[in-house]
């Protein structure tokens, strides 16, 4: 039996060809088209090789129920987003996987509010792929056109921030592209912002796969920590293939990770505008320490982008994120991107002249964190009530199981991205948490 792919609120991927394919490609765009109605949908893609034939699927869908693509070739989804909020689009359509292998695909799928799709427009496009689609005929389907500049309006988005700094010192970046959409992203906006850089990794290997493992965090840009030490860099930004998250490095090669990248955003931000702030319920205890610096209120959702931005609109938050390296910024647009994080980092060290990046990053406390996963685990229900007999009732459960303890907090969910629940937690001290990623592994074993 073919496998189905998996859909979620960052949208519908799989291993390209298996679970995957460009029927499904094609019919999920059409779907959406006749969600968003005719018109303008722009599209994007990284630079997974299936691209080029999802990208041309989802054309195809797209005009065959009256929508007219808008082509802009290989850009972030950060860039997808902004472009998706410009006046007559009526959405649009990032071909990516964002941080799974070379061999996955996706759709991620955007509302004309440059949002990814929110609950209600969810369901209504899952009701629209149980029926028949409307099809146009030859005078009333969408035709295609190409769209030039998209990355150059992202970096003068980014530049007309009001927290942006383009004077100062002098620095030296390095770039870890990881062979994706970042490798135009990040050098345009460097150059804007007056500083030199170099770039690693910056295609991808002929065999079709990234040149390290995707997802940016402490355990994969070891390479990057040696580029910044071996060239004095004042900081490493290791991004992932569709550029909307971002990971640091700091000078002399220490790696900081991915959980820096929003705290160190809101240290600098809310310096200049303090105001409520929203992270989801894995983000780490770094960027309530950062808030509370400036007496800042800090609410949590449910993990997802959508969910966040969500839950920004409930508080009157101008500033959220997630701790996997997302900052949300949305006087720059209402989604995750890399380089409105690069932006801040540069900025804060304009205005710091006296601070290095390494500096900065260890004068917030430092917490023991566990971030593991149980693959091939699709029954999360009987699950659950094993570890709520474990631990008791949860203290929020808007997104599986989320506890908070007096010696920090970890969260137990199903992933939505792969066929698997994810322990993340984190503590002051190692013991307490390392017992409940024993339990947590212990009730699956026996949940099995």
């Keep these: 039996m073919r496998e189905n792919p998996i859909v979620s609120g960052s949208g519908i991927r799989g291993v390209f060809g298996r679970s995957f394919t460009v029927s499904d490609a094609m019919g999920y765009a059409a779907a959406f088209g006749e969600l968003v109605g005719p018109g303008p949908v722009v599209v994007g893609r ?31 989804t950060p860039t997808v987003q902004l472009e998706a909020m410009a006046p007559g689009v009526a959405g649009g359509i990032a071909v990516t996987s964002s941080h799974n292998p070379g061999c996955w695909n996706a759709l991620k799928l955007v509302g ?9 427009a969810r369901e209504r496009l899952m009701a629209l792929l149980d029926e028949p689609r409307r099809f146009c005929g030859f005078d009333s389907c969408g035709l295609p056109r190409v769209l030039a ?16 700094s383009t004077r100062g010192r002098p620095l030296r970046v390095v770039l870890d592209v990881t062979g994706g959409t970042a ?11 007056g500083v030199e850089w170099t770039m690693i990794n910056p295609s991808m290997t002929p065999g079709g796969e990234f ?16 580029a910044v030490a071996s060239t004095g860099a004042d900081a490493g930004f290791g991004f992932d293939p569709d550029g909307d998250r971002l990971a640091l490095v700091a000078d002399r090669g220490v790696l900081i990770g991915e959980e820096y990248t929003l705290a160190l955003a809101f240290d600098h931000i809310l310096r200049h505008t303090p105001g409520p702030v929203v992270i989801n319920l894995s983000t780490s ?24 931005v969500e839950e920004m609109e409930r508080r009157g938050s101008g500033l959220g994120g997630e ?27 304009r205005e710091n002249p006296g601070m290095t990046l390494s500096g900065w990053a260890g004068g917030f406390p430092r917490f023991f964190s566990i971030k593991t996963k149980v693959t091939g685990s699709n029954d999360f229900g009987s699950a659950a009530s094993l570890i709520e007999k474990e631990f008791g009732p949860p203290t929020d459960c808007r997104d599986g199981l ?10 137990i969910r199903p992933s939505g991205t792969e066929p698997a629940v994810r322990f993340i937690g984190e503590s002051s001290t190692p013991g307490p948490l390392e017992a409940c990623s024993a339990c947590f592994r212990k009730v699956f074993s026996c949940a099995e």
């Design 149 to 164: 500049g998209s990355v150059d309006r992202h970096v003068e988005k980014v530049m007309s921030l009001p927290v942006v």
């Design 112 to 120: 004309p509010d440059g949002v990814f799709l929110r609950a209600a």
């Design 183 to 193: 490798s135009s992203l990040g050098p345009a906006l460097m150059d804007a912002m």
């Design 46 to 76: 990284d630079t997974r090789r299936s691209g080029p034939a999802v990208e041309a699927a989802v054309c195809a869908g797209l005009m065959s129920v009256g929508c007219s693509p808008v082509l802009l070739g290989v850009v972030p």
């Design 285 to 308: 205890m770094l960027s309530e320490e950062a808030a509370g610096r400036h007496g800042c209120t800090v609410h949590r959702s449910p993990v997802g982008e959508v969910n966040v």
């Design 402 to 411: 989320w506890y908070r303890k007096q010696w920090g907090w970890f969260h």
């Design 323 to 349: 701790g996997n390296g997302g900052v949300i910024y949305p006087l720059c647009h209402p989604g995750r991107d890399s380089a409105v994080a690069m932006a801040m980092v540069v900025s804060f060290l």
């Design 211 to 226: 040149p390290r493992v995707a997802e940016p965090t402490v355990d994969s840009l070891s390479e990057l920590a040696r």
